[in-house]
């Protein structure tokens, strides 16, 4: 079965602080990884999708990393628009669904 | 209306009572799901539509019961619901169902059940 495990649960940063969030998976072999922001009351927004180890994608403040196991959210000098929860999610090589994890919530104090 | 909507966006309901949750996309998308979130729980895959035919319903109670009357629509209509129902009801599409195609959420239903 497929698990996907986000770290810490809650990451509380002053503005221009960086910081990573991570996420380990486990998959039968990885068809692609999918990171979202989720506001309070909202939908999640689509960021990245990352399909092989060494891959990378920038987006502003953030930029996704992934590896054979797990997958970094970098914030780089964050501000507190960047304040949101945000979603890791795999999906599996023999499979389509998504599998996704808790959630690491970020909150940027000015 | 662009992307995904979905209505209502906040629903109160008794355990009796029968009610419908409506999403609509506005992207051409051929696939459709209902997800639920809880809080500090992960989204579970409820139900998932390809070219209007169901293709995954993921075990869960035949209390909820969705509905896809063609590719742009998908309902979740809701009867005898209990306490442990309340939560984010999300729906989002994709452009296909079997690829790494990505999904585009609507901002969700929130479900109080009393």
């Known amino acids: 079965e497929d698990q996907v495990t986000q770290s810490p649960e809650a990451l509380r940063l002053q503005e221009g602080e960086s910081s990573s969030l991570n996420c380990s998976y486990t998959?039968?072999?990885?068809?692609?990884l999918f990171w979202y922001r989720q506001d309070p009351g909202k939908g999640p927004e689509f960021l990245f999708t990352?399909?092989?180890a060494g891959e990378e994608k920038e987006k502003e403040r953030l930029k996704a990393t992934l590896t054979k196991k797990e997958s970094f959210l970098h914030i780089t000098a964050p501000k507190p628009e960047d304040s949101a929860t945000y979603l890791c999610?795999?999906?599996?090589?023999?499979?389509?669904?998504?599998?996704f994890g808790a959630g690491t919530t970020v909150t940027v104090r000015a | 209306e662009t992307g995904v909507t979905q209505t209502p966006r906040h629903l109160v309901m008794g355990m009796t009572n029968k009610k419908s949750l409506k999403c609509e996309q506005h992207?051409?998308?051929?696939?459709m799901y209902w997800y639920k979130q809880s809080a500090k729980k992960p989204l579970e895959l409820m139900f998932v539509?390809?070219?209007?035919?169901?293709?995954e319903n993921n075990s869960v109670p035949s209390r909820f019961s969705p509905e896809c009357p063609n590719s742009s629509h998908l309902f979740l209509h809701l009867h005898t619901l209990q306490p442990e129902d309340s939560a984010l009801y999300l729906c989002?599409?994709?452009?296909?169902?079997?690829?790494?195609?990505?999904?585009?959420f609507g901002p969700g239903t929130r479900l109080t059940v009393l």
């Open positions: 989002a599409s994709s452009p296909g169902y079997t690829s790494t195609d990505t999904q585009y």
């Open positions: 998959v039968s072999g990885l068809r692609g």
């Open positions: 990352l399909y092989s």
């Open positions: 999610a795999v999906q599996a090589a023999n499979d389509y669904k998504l599998s």
């Open positions: 992207l051409g998308h051929n696939a």
């Open positions: 539509y390809s070219l209007e035919e169901r293709v």
